[in-house]
């Protein structure tokens, strides 16, 4: 079965410290992968997206993923954290060219001052 | 950039009771729109595929006479829970695509949380 997993519920990191939050997914065939951000009372909004080539991607806000077959993992991971950043995190999964994702359950993130 | 307002962002009702959520794109045609609902802690589940001007394509286990969904334009889709029951309590989210392929082209709203009581 098709699923996206994202083991930490919640992550307290202080801010300017280096965050890594963690997806894994079980798929078919390798998908499209994508990491979505979302803030209290906002729309999800693409943070970045996976679908071929160099296997680290960079994204939007200094975030960038690394995208592992082997491991049919794509972490997020960001160098220095900045309490702007606490939020709520998405991985999601998705065959190419198809707008049916599959999401993880959300990490949020608390940022320390 | 794109823009997506849902309204409203949230609404308590009654139970037995019918409630209207509207999802809107402010700034482009929405060819296609996509409703989603998310339990508390867990993934956003995509309920169904709105295309304007047609019928709305239901995933698997959705109960389409419960949760009406209408795109009669290619900025406004909305999404009726009819006769809501506590167990409709839930975060709905929409999300559209002006066209592209692929799901970089999703705008997602900010949500509608449906309480019922």
């Known amino acids: 079965a098709q699923s996206v997993t994202q083991p930490d519920i919640h992550i307290t990191v202080s801010e300017g410290a280096s965050l890594e939050l963690r997806c894994n997914y079980s798929?078919?065939?390798?998908?499209?992968l994508f990491w979505y951000v979302q803030s209290p009372g906002q729309g999800l909004q693409l943070l970045l997206k996976?679908?071929?080539?160099?296997?680290l991607v960079q994204g939007i806000k200094g975030f960038e993923a690394e995208f592992k077959r082997s491991q049919s993992s794509f972490n997020l991971r960001k160098p220095s954290v900045h309490w702007s950043d606490a939020a709520e995190y998405f991985c999601?999964?998705?065959?190419?060219?198809?707008?049916?994702?599959?999401f993880g359950s959300g990490t949020r993130l608390l940022v320390r001052p | 950039g794109a823009v997506v307002s849902q309204h409203p962002s949230w609404v308590i009702c009654k139970s037995g009771t019918s409630v209207k959520i509207e999802c809107r794109s402010l700034d482009f045609q929405a060819t296609t729109m996509f409703w989603y609902r998310q339990f508390p802690k867990q993934s956003l589940m995509l309920m169904a595929t709105?295309?304007?001007?047609?019928?709305?394509?239901?995933e698997q286990g959705v109960e389409k006479d419960k949760f009406l969904i209408n795109h009669a334009s290619l900025t406004l889709s909305t999404l009726t829970v009819t006769s809501a029951h506590p167990e409709d309590s839930s975060f709905y989210i929409c999300?559209?695509?002006?066209?592209?392929?692929?799901?970089?082209?999703?705008?997602f709203g900010a949500g509608s949380r449906l309480t019922v009581l």
């Open positions: 709105s295309n304007e001007g047609s019928k709305a394509t239901y």
């Open positions: 996976y679908f071929s080539g160099d296997t």
């Open positions: 999601a999964v998705g065959p190419p060219s198809s707008y049916k994702l599959i």
């Open positions: 798929y078919g065939a390798t998908p499209y």
């Open positions: 999300s559209a695509t002006s066209g592209g392929s692929g799901a970089n082209v999703l705008t």
